[in-house]
């Protein structure tokens, strides 16, 4: 794997992480906890499962003792929740970019968090994973803030942050 390739990829993520970080201090808090039928019902449950993802996969990685899924105890405020995923995202870029390449294949045994199912997978592939899984719940997001009537938003698309940041 390509440790070039991932460091965008991780460096992306953080971009359009801080992207909906700036959408979600704009809203109201009549917006953040709006109930809209989506995986999660409102974009404060939303927001908190990806938090939740990225946290716990930094601390798997850091090799905190026994990670905890985050949205299963958070009761903090959306600031709260901003600032850790504000630090988590960066540490996803600062773990990708000091990562040592002959590493990408080490082995990472992780649990889901629902089931307590224990998985493994070689690092370079939890990244891919945490990235696409961001990635996906940002676009539910996106779609969420609209059916709550936020409207300023942009694009958050892989290619314009390609085209953003071409030297």
Known sequence: MAKNYLIQIANYNHWADNKIMEWLRQISDEQWE????????????TATHIVSAEKYWVDLWTQIPEPIFLSAQFNG??????????KSSADISTLVNSFPEGNYSQSIIFKYPRTGRIGQMPFWETVAHVINHSTYHRGQ???????AGYI????IDMATYFQMNKI
Not at 152 to 155: A, F
């Open 34 to 45: 709006q109930v809209i039928v989506s995986s999660f019902n409102s974009v404060s449950q």
């Open 77 to 86: 405020t959306r600031d709260g929740l901003i600032e850790i995923w504000k």
């Open 141 to 147: 997001l996106v779609t969420l803030l609209r059916q």
């Open 152 to 155: 300023n938003l942009s694009s």
